[in-house]
Antibody, heavy 119, light 108 residues
Framework: EVQLVESGGGLVQPGGSLRLSCAAS????????LHWVRQAPGKGLEWVSF????????HYADSVQSRFTISRDNAKNSLYLQMNGLRDDDTAVYYC????????????WGQGILVTVSS | EIVLTQSPATLSLSPGERATLSCRAS??????LAWYQQKPGQAPRLLIY???NRATGIPVRFSGSGSGTDFTLTISSLEPEDFAVYYC??????????FGGGTKVEIK
């Protein structure tokens, strides 16, 4: 069974930093691309970032470009999202998501982790 | 950026009725359109990919149709567990990957 478990969320002040982690199990992690997708409270889904299986291709949404950094450690079956310069509108549940087709299909989702940016 | 517009925003139906949800793209996404279901407090779940293909374990009452710019998700006979929010998503032209704003299917 595919499992994706996020951690590292919490309350942070505007301008602060946070690092999210996602621990994966139940599949061959090193062969799958991954995404972060977020959902602000009461709102819809927003794609945040993508990383290919070998980390050779990385993409970001314009809203997080230059502030967020996605990375992975295939030896540890883990995905990360370093978030710097956090703003109020970054408040959301962040999901770690497996790319089912290697690119843009979200076939398995973690349970999500809440990040709250507030003073 | 490809914009996806879902309609209606809310659909009020009774169990056993047929649900028809629409997703329109601002430009052609070919058949690279997926549908997701999200229940309160849960992560989204993949229902349909490439416009017409059911994901693993998805009941046959869920079906998808369309290509280009106009797509439909149909639930042939609503079960109590189907009342949820549904999102469409395109992967034809990215980044960015984009989602529609969602359709809430609520109990009438």
């Amino acid at each position: 069974e595919v499992q994706l478990v996020e951690s590292g969320g919490g309350l942070v002040q505007p301008g602060g930093s946070l690092r999210l982690s996602c621990a994966a199990s139940g599949f061959t992690f090193s062969t799958y691309s991954l995404h972060w997708v977020r959902q602000a409270p009461g709102k819809g889904l927003e794609w945040v970032s993508f990383i290919s299986s070998s980390s050779g291709t990385i993409h970001y949404a314009d809203s997080v470009q230059s502030r967020f950094t996605i990375s992975r450690d295939n030896a540890k079956n883990s995905l990360y999202l370093q978030m710097n310069g956090l703003r109020d509108d970054d408040t959301a549940v962040y999901y770690c998501v497996r790319a089912g087709d290697g690119t843009g299909l979200f076939d398995s989702w973690g349970q999500g982790i809440l990040v709250t940016v507030s003073s | 950026e490809i914009v996806l517009t879902q309609s209606p925003a809310t659909l009020s139906l009774s169990p056993g009725e047929r649900a028809t949800l629409s997703c329109r793209a601002s430009q052609s996404v070919r058949s690279y359109l997926a549908w997701y279901q999200q229940k309160p407090g849960q992560a989204p779940r993949l229902l349909i990919y490439d416009a017409t293909n059911r994901a693993t374990g998805i009941p046959v009452r869920f079906s998808g149709s369309g290509s280009g710019t106009d797509f439909t998700l149909t639930i042939s006979s609503l079960e109590p567990e189907d009342f949820a929010v549904y999102y469409c998503q395109q992967r034809s032209n990215w980044p960015p990957l984009t989602f529609g704003g969602g359709t809430k299917v609520e109990i009438k």
